[in-house]
């Protein structure tokens, strides 16, 4: 053919423009031509369906296996046959092989050759891979799964380490517990110093179940790693991680030497002996694909072991290690926990035998966090405090439902103790026993509790009885529905290496940062030839599962997405600093400092003052530090009080976009004053008032951490101006009022495990009632804000499971905690409630509770009164429920009566895994088979109003 020349067979010419090389050019003709030469009708169909699932492969999910199992397929089939020569089968390979390798080849060849855009496309995530992910990740976004899937084939680890969280009061004595655990500081006889923030400490597990230290090995704990995979591999490992990434181009030397070890005519009948050695070949190949990290580990001069190492790396246990978390005991730490009490972990919960459990506790500096307001408490308080933070936290509802077993309770001070051995073990059961008797008969806080108990006394390091801890603490680990069973990428164990290296060189020099810019993250991976991480994304994933599993943190914010904190520890040592007292002061900063100290209030020389006196690690990235604070809510600035424009008769958002802020920060957990007296601000003379009646978030376990209160103003501090009084912030330890617009208050507060929150108007020119609009508005904010919180805690869907909403009977002139309280979820069924807070029994009507805070789903719950729905629903009508169901569907099955368990087990089941219609649509028969003539139209419209209120999406019709 003439040069230019053009037949209506060739793909149009594309310029260079347009990205479209030469060497994709000639692929895409030579498989054109292959229609005119290729005569046996079953040949050209097969030849593009493996074209076709090799280079959606390419594009999307990138399994290896796939690759291989269609490259011996055509080798078997089509390949050296009368079709296809020696010659154009090592052609066709090579094609191949770039087309897996190049996506911008796959897509194009697809669209050009076969008229089939494969770029844009995302397939539905499998359920099959849904078994095979942690929890962890199956809590990621579907982008986020199919990145964490695809890197798995590459090669998986299990991983098995044990997370160990020390936790009680202050002067347990959970340090000197920790040193008697942990073989190195035992033979040192470290005599401990009280713990200040979080300790943690890597260990191995060694044969004889004591734990030593990794800090000296650590390069050779990852080898190890490498080692029981290869170990571990099946035949086809060549198949899934042969090093066919290496192929750059169609001319590539390395597609060459693959391509040419391929058999000629005269070998093809003799492959059958050459199989013989596959097995001993493809570990060969992994092993060889993996050298670079054994050996840039092996080579660390770093972590090489020192000569006194007294333990053979040989008596350590091959995949177990454990991480060894020990919490200081003040209170002013616990608002960092939702980083670190997750349900990947075994606690130990510590309690001093000699110290009465109604006795209260003493805490230099406290500022009633415990128990609401400034109440004292008592050694019961704390240890309830505790469990159920554990429970909240360790992720109680999660995707199977069941609790394991995951808390020893251990007792200290038996050196203290009176009588013989015996005796002080029955006492200490009695104490433990009287403690627990303290739940409710029902509380699922009992199924956290191991059976056994432990009685230590830290003075002598030798006794057996940590010995036998250490034991069942590993015990307990191997139970955990994770242990064995979650799978991590290989290619990952690099990365994750390199961080604990910097970790530890952060500790050991004070120059080498514990907080690390992303870049340099980025700069690590690409430093291999083959980055271990291929992509921003997966590299997000990585990090976002290491955060997960509290080895660092990590947030996907704009404003933070570019930090990396590689030690935990680091945000308690920069949170200290808020909240500890400065010694040294300069003159200049006293009556700002006071100012702090009194009213919380942080001045920007206050800050400078704060961070000039901090450690190195944490003074020199003042800006960042601030802004996590900010992330986490434990400061705000205030929003500046704007001039009154008359807009008291409007409906303004509250959602404004140019929001003036003052330069200073508040931090609520620093706040000490009590509220004199509370009901002046709670309950507002309503002659003078027009008010809302109180509404109600109640945690449905039963608890709340204080923390959650603390971070619920700070958004509010950042929504709403402070609201003053004779100049003075009507700020108070557990309660705060806000401005959110002229002539009315916002009031929230709280007491045990109930927020309240009420709004008032003072204006005399109102011809009508307070907004309605604005009351939902403030709702919705408070809603939403305690949902991100409780987000941290437990596993979507189940958040809107955490809290409930209920109004305080309006006829109720002074607040009462938790009395007078009607479920509002309960008005989508009935008209009216009971109320027997009151005086006089009396009813309370839908109208008169949710007219202010819920106009809208008043209106709704009235027009389903007066519509003809009832009729029984049919199969059509679950359908369209199953089809249109939003992230309220996990509530909607509770609200229809279904019981936790039940909706676990149909969760879980095959049919329903990954697929939410299916699992909706089958609870929602099992709900008209259990109602029979009740299973309407109007209870299921009901359900779903009730459902959606504690959820993020707006009640509307459903048909």
Not at 96 to 114: D, T
Not at 192 to 208: A, N
Not at 754 to 776: F, G, H, M, V, W
Request: some cysteine; overall charge negative.
């Amino acid at each position: 053919m003439a040069e230019g020349s053009k037949t209506t067979d060739d793909p149009p010419v594309v310029g260079n423009d347009e990205g479209i090389d030469p060497q994709t050019l000639e692929i895409a003709r030579i498989l054109r031509s292959l229609a005119d030469e290729i005569t046996e009708e079953k040949s050209m169909p097969l030849l593009k369906e493996i074209i076709t699932k090799i280079a959606h492969e390419s594009v999307h999910d990138r399994n290896y296996n796939v690759l291989t199992d269609y490259m011996r397929r055509f080798v078997n089939v089509l390949g050296f046959s009368v079709q296809f020569s020696v010659s154009k089968t090592k052609e066709i390979i090579k094609i191949l092989l770039v087309i897996w390798n190049q996506q911008n080849v796959a897509r194009y060849v697809m669209k050009e050759v076969y008229n089939e855009d494969i770029g844009a496309a995302e397939k539905p995530i499998d359920p099959d891979i849904l078994d095979k992910i942690p929890n962890d990740v199956k809590q990621l976004d579907d982008k986020g799964i199919k990145i964490f899937f695809k890197a798995l084939q590459d090669g998986e680890e299990e991983v098995k380490n044990i997370r160990l969280m020390v936790v009680g009061m202050f002067g347990v004595g959970k340090t000197s517990l920790v040193n008697n655990l942990i073989k190195d500081f035992r033979d040192k006889n470290i005599t401990p110093l009280s713990t200040d923030g979080i300790d943690l400490h890597r260990c191995q597990v060694m044969e004889d179940g004591d734990w030593c230290l990794d800090k000296e090995h650590r390069s050779q704990k990852y080898i190890k790693r490498l080692e029981s995979v290869f170990d571990k591999m099946p035949v086809n490992t060549y198949a899934a991680t042969a090093s066919i990434d290496d192929t750059d181009s169609l001319d590539g030397s390395h597609v060459e030497d693959k391509v040419d070890a391929l058999p000629t005519e005269n070998q093809i009948h003799t492959e059958p002996v050459q199989r013989r050695n596959n097995v001993e070949q493809h570990e060969q190949d992994f092993v060889q694909m993996c050298s670079p990290l054994v050996e840039k580990m092996q080579n660390d001069t770093n972590h090489k072991p020192s000569k006194d190492i007294k333990v053979s790396l040989e008596k350590t246990e091959k995949e177990i290690t454990v991480s060894v978390w020990d919490f200081a005991g003040q209170t002013l730490y616990y608002s960092t926990h939702q980083f670190f009490l997750n349900k990947r972990s075994i606690y130990l919960v510590l309690m001093d035998m000699t110290k009465p459990l109604d006795e209260d506790v003493k805490e230099l500096g406290g500022s009633g966090i415990w128990c609401g307001l400034v109440s004292d408490c008592t050694y019961l308080d704390v240890f309830k405090f505790w469990l159920n933070a554990i429970h909240m936290y360790s992720g109680y509802k999660s995707t199977t439902g069941e609790i394991k077993r995951t808390v020893i309770l251990v007792g200290t001070r038996k050196d203290k103790m009176v009588g013989n051995d015996k005796e002080k073990e029955n006492i200490k059961e009695e104490y433990f026993n009287k403690a627990l008797m303290s739940f409710e008969s029902d509380s699922p806080i009992f199924e956290h509790i191991y059976e056994k108990k432990f009685l230590v006394n830290n003075l002598s390091p030798t006794d057996p009885e940590f010995g036998e801890l250490r034991k069942e603490i590993k015990f307990l680990a191997e139970k955990q529905e994770y242990w064995g069973t979650d799978k991590y990428p290989v290619r990952w164990i690099h990365l994750e290496h390199s961080l604990d290296k910097m970790r530890d060189e952060g500790q050991q020099l004070v120059h080498i940062e514990q907080l690390v810019h992303m870049e340099k993250i980025e700069e690590i991976n690409l430093s291999k030839k083959q980055p271990f991480v291929h992509s921003k994304e997966e590299l997000s994933v990585f990090l976002e599962l290491q955060h997960r599993q509290g080895n660092i943190l990590f947030f996907n914010t704009d404003e933070l997405k570019h930090l990396v904190v590689l030690a935990p520890q680091w945000i308690i040592e920069a949170f200290k600093c808020f909240v500890t007292h400065i010694i040294k002061i300069k003159p200049q900063v006293l009556k700002d400092w006071e100012f702090y100290e009194k009213l919380a209030i942080l001045k920007p020389q206050v800050i400078d003052e704060i961070m000039n006196n901090s450690p190195p690690h944490v003074k020199e990235y003042k800006d960042d530090v601030i802004k996590y604070m900010e992330h986490l809510n434990v400061m705000a600035k205030p929003k500046a009080t704007e001039p009154d424009k008359g807009r008291q008769d409007k409906t303004d958002s509250i959602e404004e976009v140019n929001v003036k802020l003052l330069d200073f920060h508040i931090v609520p957990c620093r706040l000490k004053n009590a509220p004199p007296p509370i009901h002046k601000f709670t309950s507002p003379d309503c002659k003078r008032f027009k008010r809302t009646p109180v509404l109600a978030f109640v945690f449905c376990e039963k608890f709340m951490p204080p923390s959650f209160f603390h971070r619920l103003v700070a958004v509010c501090i950042r929504a709403w101006p402070i609201k003053k009084e004779e100049d003075k912030d009507r700020l108070y330890n557990g309660l705060a009022i806000f401005a959110i617009r002229s002539t009315y208050t916002l009031t929230i507060w709280y007491k045990d495990y109930i927020i309240y929150a009420r709004i008032a108007c003072c204006s005399e020119k109102i011809a009508s009632d307070i907004d309605t609009n604005l009351c939902q508005e403030v709702r919705h904010k408070l809603r939403q804000s305690l949902q991100e919180f409780v987000g941290h805690c437990v596993e979507t869907p189940r958040t809107g499971t955490a809290f409930d909403m209920y109004i305080q009977c309006p006829r109720m002139e002074i607040y009462s905690h938790n009395k007078g309280m009607l479920r509002v979820a309960q008005y989508n069924y009935e008209s009216e409630l009971d109320c027997g807070a009151c005086s006089e029994s009396h009813s309370v009507e839908r109208k008169e509770a949710l007219q202010y805070w819920f106009k809208n789903e008043l209106d709704l719950a009235d027009k389903y009164e007066s519509d003809d729905l009832n009729k029984l629903a049919e199969d059509t009508h679950l359908s369209t429920v199953a089809s249109v169901i939003g992230s309220e569907y996990w509530m909607l099955g509770i609200e229809l009566g279904l019981r936790y368990v039940e909706l676990n087990q149909m969760y879980a089941d095959p049919d329903c895994k990954g697929n939410k219609y299916r699992f909706v649509f089958k609870y929602l028969v099992k709900w008209r088979n259990r109602e029979a003539k009740n299973a309407t139209l109007l209870n299921l419209y009901r359900a779903i109003n009730a459902a959606r209120l504690n959820s993020n999406v707006e009640s509307t019709p459903v048909f």
